[in-house]
Each structure stands twice: as structure tokens, then as C-alpha cells.
């Protein structure tokens, strides 16, 4: 029987990548990769030759049964996605949860993950936190950020620069625009920046300074019940 092998790639610096991810994808006897175009060039940058096979969000259901059975015939296969570990707002959960159920061996690489470094870089509390990643686009988007009122873990949230300003001016109407709020972008490239403070603080950044590149914003949570309810009281 073979391997599942998830294997993170870097969110931005190409040397973020690890001698043993790149000594898997050499090995594997297949590569799963969200856009081959994207891991082409990765691929190439490490001089790693191997048959690739498109897998992502759209296709995962169709062609995961066919990689199980490969995986139980023996062959070692290897998941990477765009960018970071995938299953982490990527495509990978799905290929994991069947091959475990076939009785598959899964191993994920330690690796590349865009909210950790953003986490730990935000001065906020780090030791507990919540990864809510993407927000819901439109259906459910305010009962979602309604029912965080009370979380007092750190937050962690995947966004677009496009959407970053309203994501932000939504965060202050619902939580305070005193909640304190890091917006970390461009990790690991050239242009990295963390934009610190209170949300009104960061608004008024952002108004300024068009917001550019894959953004992670890391929001303090509630300071105490009594916050809280005094949130619900106002609401």
C-alpha cells in the first residue's frame, strides 16, 4: 500500500520550501496539484520532474476515488496545493478523509502556513486562537461575525484585498472600533508588511494606502464576558 503525502509549498519566498518536501515530490510516484500551471513553476525551480494531475475544488469529488485506489495499489502520492499546506482553505480534506477511510497511510509534512506567521507577528495573543479563514461572501455573512461577538480567542481571517476595507468597517460595527486588529500581507515576499492597531487605526491606513497581495487579518477577541454583554446591550 502506499502514501498520501501532504505537502506544503511556500506562500511566497521560494526558499521556504523544505529539503524534505522537495525530496518527496521527487519520489512520489504522483503529484496532486490545485493548478499545474502554478506548481509547474515551482516544480521546475527545484528541478523536480514528475507526472502532475490536476486536483481542486471542482474536480476533487470525481477524482478521488481513482487516487485512493492507486494510493492502495501501492503508489506513493503526493498533494500540494497553490500556495502553504493544503486542507487550510485549500483543497485537501476531502482526498484525506477518504484515503483514512480506505485504511491509507496520510502523512502531512510540517511546512508553509500564511496564518502562522501573521499570528505570531501580530502582538496579539497567540497561546489560544481561532482560524475562521475565508467569511461567507454574502449568505451568512453577518450571522457569522454575529456569533463571534463573544469569542475571546485571537481570530484569524483569510481576505481579498478587494474586500479588506468592508471586511475591516464591518469587524468595527460589530465588535468596537477600538478592537485591536493586525493586517499582515505579502508574507514572505518582498513587500511584506503588518498594519497594527485598533480597527479604526487600520481603516484610516487603508483608506490612505490601497491594500495589495493575499492578506491575513489576525483580530483580537473579547477582552471579557462583561464587554460582551455590554456589546449585546448596545445591539
Known amino acids: 500500500m502506499g502514501t498520501l503525502y501532504i505537502v506544503p509549498t511556500p506562500v511566497g519566498n521560494m526558499e521556504d520550501m523544505t529539503f524534505r518536501a522537495i525530496r518527496i515530490l521527487k519520489e512520489a510516484d504522483l503529484i496532486l496539484a490545485e493548478d ?4 509547474g513553476i515551482l516544480l521546475k525551480h527545484y528541478e523536480i520532474k514528475n507526472t502532475l494531475l490536476s ?3 471542482f474536480n476533487e469529488h470525481g477524482t478521488s476515488a481513482g487516487i485512493v485506489n492507486r494510493l492502495l495499489a501501492g503508489e506513493n502520492v503526493a498533494l500540494i496545493s497553490d500556495a502553504g499546506t493544503p486542507g487550510i482553505s485549500d483543497p485537501g480534506f476531502f482526498l484525506v ?28 495573543p497567540c497561546d489560544r486562537f481561532a482560524f475562521e479563514g475565508f467569511l461567507p461572501q454574502k449568505k451568512g455573512r453577518q450571522t457569522k461575525l454575529q456569533s463571534l461577538v463573544g469569542e475571546e480567542r485571537t481570530m484569524i481571517f483569510y ?3 478587494y474586500r479588506l476595507l468592508k471586511t475591516l468597517q464591518q ?27 485598533s480597527l479604526a487605526e487600520v481603516i484610516a491606513h487603508f483608506k490612505e494606502k490601497e491594500p495589495k497581495g493575499e492578506i491575513v487579518i489576525i483580530l483580537a477577541g473579547c477582552e471579557s464576558k462583561k464587554e460582551h454583554q455590554s456589546k449585546s446591550i448596545e445591539q
Open 171 to 197: 469587524f468595527a460595527e460589530v465588535y468596537g472600533e477600538e478592537r485591536q486588529v493586525s493586517v499582515c500581507r505579502e508574507i514572505s515576499k518582498i513587500h511584506e508588511e503588518s498594519v497594527r492597531g
Open 97 to 124: 478523509r477518504e484515503a483514512v477511510r480506505a485504511g491509507v497511510e496520510v502523512q502531512c509534512l510540517p511546512g508553509a502556513t500564511a496564518f502562522v506567521p501573521a499570528l505570531v507577528a501580530s502582538g496579539l
Open 36 to 39: 499545474t500551471r502554478t506548481s
Open 55 to 57: 486536483h481542486h475544488k
Open 159 to 161: 481576505e481579498s484585498p
